[in-house]
C-alpha cells in the first residue's frame, strides 16, 4: 500500500492466494492467485468476472470462510485469526449476503428466527425483538411485526432477500460481502434491492463488496470496479473510469457484449480459462484480443504477454491495469523495463 | 408472541394430521397401535392378581376356548388373553428401548460425521460399518452367555446392532442439508458448530429420524420375539415369544391346540404391522414424493 488512500480500509486482502486441491486429474487449482484489494469505511466495491475466476473464493476468504494459503486478510489493519473467538468477533462486522435467497433462509425458520439468529449466536439477548424489528425495517419490510411468523416460502424473492439483509443488519456490521445480491431477483426487485443497499452505505455507511458477473450492476452501485481473471484482479479503478475508458482487453470485451455498449461485439476465442494450468506470462494472453490482432506485436510487447509474469496490482484506491500492452501504450519506458 | 407461536405450531400439527388421515392404512395403524399401549398400561387392571401365577393359575393347564377363558390356557394353566396382555407389555418395552438406544446413537453419529466430514466421518463410518455387519442374534447369543437372560440383554443386542442403518440414513441428510447455502450463513454470521448442528442439522434431520423410529419399534418387537423363542429370553417374562416357544415345547401345533401358538403369533404380527403401517404414513407425509407412488 504505497500510495495515500482516502481513509484505512477496514478490510483488506493482501496478497492472498488460495488453492484447492483439484479432484481428480491432479494438480492444485489457483483459484486466487495474488490478490491485494481494500474497502474503505462507506465504499461500494464491485468485483466483476466471468463464472469461476475466483471472484466468490475471494469473497469467502475475506468473510474468513475460507483460510488463504498465502498471504492475509487485514481487518482494520488487524490480519484476521482463524480461532473460533477471534472469528466470531470479527462476524459482528463482517456480514454476508448471498446469491440465493431461497437457500440462504432455512426452511424450516421463521422471519423473526432467521433474523434473530445473528443475535442468538452471539448472545445478545436483551431487546432481541426491537432489534429484529429495527433490522426488519432498515431492510424494507415494513411493518415488521407482519413478517415476524411468516415462513421463507411464503414471500416473494425480493422479501426473502431483504430477509438475508436484514439478518445481516441486525449485528450492526460495518461491512457487507454480497455474492450476486441481485443475480436470481427479476429486474423490478433488483432495482429496490440495489436502491436499498446504496441507502443503506448512505445512512449507516456501511462498506460493501459486491461481487457480481454483471457490469451493469457495478455500474449503478459501485464506487469502485476490480475484474478480476483466472485468480487476479486484472484492472481495478472508480466504477466511471473503468467502465467507460477500460484499458484491459479483458474489460472492453466483457464490455463491449453488454447490450448498449459501442461497436461490435469482442467475443472471447481460446480454451476457457482452467484454474489448474494458469498459463505464463500475461494469464489472458491465450484469449487476448489485442495479442492476436497483431497490435501488441506492433507495440513490441508481444513476447512480454507470452513469457513475461505481471505483477500483483497494489490495494489502494488507483487506477492500475495489469495489461503489458496498455501500460506500453500509456507508458513507453514501463514497458521497455524487463 | 409466543401465543401466536403456539397457534403457529398448532396449525402445522393440524395439516399433519389432516394429510396423516388421508392414509388408511396409517390410521388403522395408530388404532391399533393405541390399543395395544392401552392394553398395555392397563395389564395390571384388566387382568386379575394371580394371572400370571404359576403355582396359583387360574385354570387347568392346556383348556381349550372356552366362557371362562375365551382362547384356552397355558401349560400351567394361565389364561392365554391374560398372557397375550402381559405380553404386549414386553414387547412394547422392548421396542421402545431398543429404539431409543439404536436413534440416539444413529443420529448422534450420523449428524457428527455428516458435519465433520475428513477423517473423523471416515473413522466414524468404518465403526459404524463394522456394527452394521455384527449379526444381531450371534451378538444375542454372546451377551445372553456373559450379561445373564434378561430383557436388558435383548434390549442392548437389537440397540447396539440396529443404529448403523440410522446412521447411515442420517449421515446421509446431514450431506444433503449442510450443502445447503443456508448453513454458509450461519457460519458467516458467527455460528459454530454445535449451532448449525443444532439449529440446522437437527430440525433438518428429525422428520427422516421420526420415520425411521416408528419402522423401528416394529423390527425390535419382531427380534425381540425370536430371542425369546430362541430361548435367549428372560425366562420369567411372558413374551409373546416365549409364549410361542412353550407352545412348541408342549407341541402344540401336533396337538393342535392352535389356541397356545395363533394368538401370540398373531399379536406379534399385528404390532409389528401397525408400527410399520404408521412409519409408512409419516414417511408419506413428510417426504411428498412417496405419496404419489402409493
Known amino acids: 500500500m504505497s500510495e495515500p488512500t482516502r481513509s484505512a480500509p477496514i478490510l483488506a486482502a493482501e496478497d492472498v492466494h488460495v488453492e484447492f486441491e483439484a479432484r481428480r486429474g491432479g494438480g492444485r487449482a489457483r483459484a486466487v492467485d495474488g490478490v491485494n484489494l481494500d474497502i474503505a469505511p462507506g465504499e461500494i466495491v464491485a468485483l466483476v468476472g466471468e463464472s469461476g475466476c475466483g471472484k466468490t473464493t475471494l469473497a469467502r476468504t475475506l468473510l474468513g470462510l475460507e483460510k488463504p494459503t498465502s498471504g492475509r486478510v487485514l481487518h482494520r489493519g488487524t490480519p484476521l485469526a482463524y480461532t473460533s473467538k477471534a472469528l466470531k468477533a470479527f462476524r459482528r462486522d463482517v456480514q454476508l449476503v448471498l446469491q440465493d435467497p431461497s437457500g440462504s433462509l432455512n426452511p424450516r425458520h421463521t422471519v423473526y428466527d432467521a433474523v434473530a439468529e445473528g443475535l442468538r449466536i452471539h448472545g445478545d439477548v436483551p431487546n432481541e425483538r426491537e432489534r429484529v424489528a429495527d433490522a426488519l425495517s ?36 460495518n461491512v457487507i460481502v454480497a455474492d450476486e445480491p441481485v443475480a436470481s431477483l427479476d429486474a423490478s426487485v433488483r432495482g429496490e434491492i440495489l436502491a436499498l443497499m446504496l441507502r443503506l452505505r448512505d445512512e449507516l455507511g456501511l462498506a460493501a463488496l459486491v461481487v457480481t458477473h454483471d457490469l451493469g450492476l457495478a455500474w449503478n452501485i459501485a464506487d469502485r470496479v476490480a475484474v478480476m481473471y483466472l485468480g487476479r484482479i486484472v484492472e481495478t479503478g472508480p466504477v466511471e473510469k473503468i467502465l ?3 484499458e484491459h482487453p479483458y474489460t472492453q470485451a466483457l464490455l463491449s457484449v453488454l447490450p448498449d455498449a459501442p461497436g461490435s461485439p469482442v467475443v472471447l476465442q481460446g480454451e476457457p480459462p482452467d484454474p489448474t494450468r494458469i498459463p505464463s506470462g500475461c494469464r489472458f494472453h491465450l484469449r487476448c484480443p489485442v495479442l492476436a490482432s497483431g497490435a501488441a506485436a506492433a507495440a513490441g510487447v508481444d513476447g512480454a504477454c507470452r513469457g513475461a509474469d505481471l505483477g500483483v496490482l497494489a490495494g489502494g484506491t488507483a487506477t492500475q491495469v495489469a495489461c503489458h500492452y496498455a501500460l506500453a501504450v500509456t507508458d513507453p519506458a514501463a514497458a521497455a523495463r524487463p | 408472541m409466543n401465543a401466536l407461536v403456539w397457534a403457529r405450531r398448532r396449525r402445522t400439527v393440524a395439516r399433519f394430521w389432516s394429510q396423516f388421515r388421508q392414509n388408511k392404512a396409517g390410521v388403522f395403524g395408530l388404532v391399533v397401535l393405541a390399543l395395544f399401549v392401552l392394553t398395555a398400561l392397563l395389564a395390571p387392571v384388566i387382568t386379575a392378581d394371580n394371572a400370571l401365577s404359576v403355582t396359583r393359575p387360574p385354570g387347568s ?91 436388558t440383554t435383548i434390549i ?41 448442528m443444532s439449529n440446522h442439522v437437527m430440525p433438518n434431520v428429525m422428520p427422516i429420524v421420526l420415520a425411521q423410529t416408528t419402522l423401528m419399534v416394529g423390527t425390535a418387537i419382531l427380534v425381540e420375539s425370536t430371542f425369546a423363542f430362541l430361548g435367549l429370553g428372560d425366562p420369567t417374562t411372558a413374551s409373546w415369544g416365549a409364549t410361542i416357544q412353550a ?31 404408521v412409519g409408512r404414513a409419516i414417511e408419506g407425509v413428510l417426504n411428498p414424493k412417496l405419496r404419489e407412488r402409493r
Open chain 1, 138 to 173: 432498515r431492510a424494507g419490510l415494513r411493518p415488521p411485526e407482519r413478517f415476524f411468523l411468516r415462513f421463507p416460502h411464503e414471500l416473494s424473492g425480493g422479501q426473502r432477500q431483504r430477509v438475508v439483509i436484514a439478518g445481516a443488519l441486525v449485528l450492526d456490521p
Open chain 2, 61 to 151: 393347564p392346556l383348556e381349550g376356548p372356552s366362557a371362562d377363558f375365551p382362547l384356552g390356557t397355558d401349560r400351567s394353566g394361565r389364561s392365554m388373553i391374560d398372557m397375550i396382555i402381559w405380553g404386549s407389555r414386553v414387547s412394547l418395552t422392548v421396542g421402545f428401548w431398543a429404539t431409543f438406544i439404536s436413534i440416539t446413537f444413529g443420529t448422534l453419529f450420523g449428524i457428527l460425521a455428516g458435519h465433520f466430514g475428513g477423517w473423523p466421518s471416515m473413522v466414524l463410518m468404518r465403526v459404524t460399518d463394522w456394527f452394521l455387519v455384527m449379526p444381531s442374534l450371534v451378538l444375542g447369543v454372546v451377551l445372553a452367555a456373559v450379561m445373564g437372560r434378561s430383557l
Open chain 2, 156 to 196: 442392548v443386542a437389537i440397540g447396539v446392532t440396529s443404529w448403523p442403518t440410522t446412521a447411515r440414513l442420517v449421515r446421509a441428510q446431514t450431506l444433503a442439508v449442510e450443502a445447503r447455502p443456508y448453513i454458509e450463513r450461519a457460519k458467516a454470521l458467527g455460528g459454530g458448530h454445535l449451532h448449525v
Open chain 2, 247 to 277: 407352545a412348541r415345547d408342549v407341541g402344540a401345533v401336533s396337538s393342535r391346540m392352535w389356541w397356545y401358538i395363533l394368538p401370540p403369533g398373531i399379536a406379534i404380527v399385528l404390532v409389528v404391522l401397525a408400527f410399520t403401517l
Open chain 1, 244 to 246: 467507460t475508458a477500460p
